[in-house]
């Protein structure tokens, strides 16, 4: 699952990625967050015809045909069963979107341990994800996305059996294309993820309270934990 990461994206991370998707819209700088948390406004990149931009939604999906915002919030969506449940069907062949990421956090199964999970180099990631636009009986206009979900690959499995499914350049443009309204073809698109080249470390239990938003949330933990031995210990 994805259930916190963060969107710390500074201002040489963000021209190069206007640059290098393209947008036709964008901001100047983002508010920096450590520790997003469920409910809380992050930012995507987006489609309308040939205009890609930044919007900012709610973190936990919100069907438009919902009378009024749920008491869960619905923050992943597993990409198995994502063509089965209205819910997300209608959303998922004509609202996607990429959520741009510095890293994402994981508690391992085993003992609640928070681990970083971010790219080899340091770069962003994209996290699959799609939206929908909710209007409420007093008028309010909600925004809001859930991330996709596949299974994890070998670098995961020893933390979770869940991830956060991650698209690269080459998927990109087709992912975003809003023309793309074919199911079959939408589906290929959910592949696996034992291509994408991360990497993790422990990080301190400060970063369990969402009410933590600051550097300290990425530190590598006092305590820390050879990712080697990471595999060792869950065999």
């Given at each position: 699952m994805c259930g916190r990461f963060a969107q710390v994206i500074k201002h040489d991370q963000l021209k190069k990625l206007t640059d290098e998707l393209k947008l036709q819209q964008t901001s100047d700088q983002l508010e920096l967050n450590y520790n997003v948390?469920?409910?809380?406004?992050?930012?995507?990149?987006?489609a309308k015809a040939d205009i890609r931009y930044l919007g900012f939604f709610?973190?936990?999906?919100?069907?438009?045909?919902?009378?009024?915002?749920?008491?869960?919030?619905?923050?992943?969506?597993?990409?198995?069963?994502?063509?089965?449940?209205?819910?997300?069907?209608?959303?998922?062949?004509r609202r996607r979107c990429l959520v741009p990421a510095t890293g994402f956090y994981e508690w391992r199964t085993s003992d609640k341990q928070p681990f970083f999970i971010h790219a080899v180099?340091?770069?962003?990631?994209?996290?699959?994800?799609?939206?929908?636009?909710?209007?409420g009986a007093d008028g309010s206009y909600v925004p809001s996305l859930g991330i996709i979900t596949t299974d994890s690959n070998e670098i995961m499995k020893p933390i979770h059996h869940r991830m956060p499914l991650m698209l690269d350049s080459i998927t990109w443009d087709a992912w975003l294309n809003p023309a793309n309204q074919d199911p079959k073809l939408l589906n290929s698109l959910l592949v696996s993820n034992s291509d994408v080249n991360l990497s993790y470390y422990p990080v301190s239990k400060y970063v369990n309270s969402i009410n933590n938003n600051s550097p300290e949330c990425l530190q590598k933990a006092e305590s820390a934990i050879a990712q080697e031995d990471i595999f060792s210990l869950s065999n």
């Open positions: 948390a469920p409910s809380q406004t992050v930012v995507a990149i987006v709610r973190w936990g999906l919100i069907p438009s045909w919902m009378k009024e915002i749920p008491d869960k919030v619905l923050i992943n969506v597993r990409s198995e069963s994502i063509l089965e449940k209205p819910s997300f069907k209608a959303s998922f062949i180099d340091n770069d962003l990631i994209y996290m699959a994800g799609i939206y929908d636009l909710w209007t």
